[in-house]
């Protein structure tokens, strides 16, 4: 094997690797970003509520564009790996990664108000 043939695998090799750096994140793999709790501490139990409503409407509509992206991203992994490695820079697409952290952080911190406002709903907020 001359040294100019074995450099085509490892180019392929790197290429691929910095090509999988920028798929797209499953949304059960990002973390959640910290969201202070005491940015709502004026909130009644009524608007941590209903900002814990809105909030999580936001987070199933972003976790979904997440999900769909990376499957997208996978789909079009393996053909470019397997068929057709042109296919591999569709990869940079829509990743939503830090707006779904942010918005499980958000979550988190409305739950951790709502917690310790003794609201209502907070208890069905630990049980699920």
């Known amino acids: 094997m001359t040294r100019g043939t074995m450099l085509i695998p490892a180019a392929t090799a790197v290429l691929a690797l910095g090509l999988i750096a920028g798929c ?3 949304p059960d793999k990002v973390s959640a970003s910290y969201v202070s709790p005491m940015q709502y501490a004026d909130y009644s139990c009524a608007q941590l509520n209903g900002e814990l409503q809105r909030v999580q409407r936001q987070l199933v509509q972003v976790t979904g564009a997440q999900q769909k992206e990376a499957n997208k991203d996978a789909v079009a992994m393996g053909v470019g790996l397997v068929v057709f490695w042109p296919a591999l820079f569709f990869l ?3 990743d939503q990664k830090e707006e779904l952290a942010r918005l499980k952080g958000e ?3 409305l739950q ?3 917690i ?3 609201c209502g709903f907070a208890e ?3 049980a699920g």
């Open 24 to 26: 797209a994140t499953p």
């Open 116 to 118: 310790r406002k003794d």
């Open 112 to 114: 951790a108000a709502a």
């Open 107 to 109: 979550y988190e911190a």
């Open 124 to 126: 069905a907020l630990t």
């Open 92 to 94: 940079a697409g829509d």
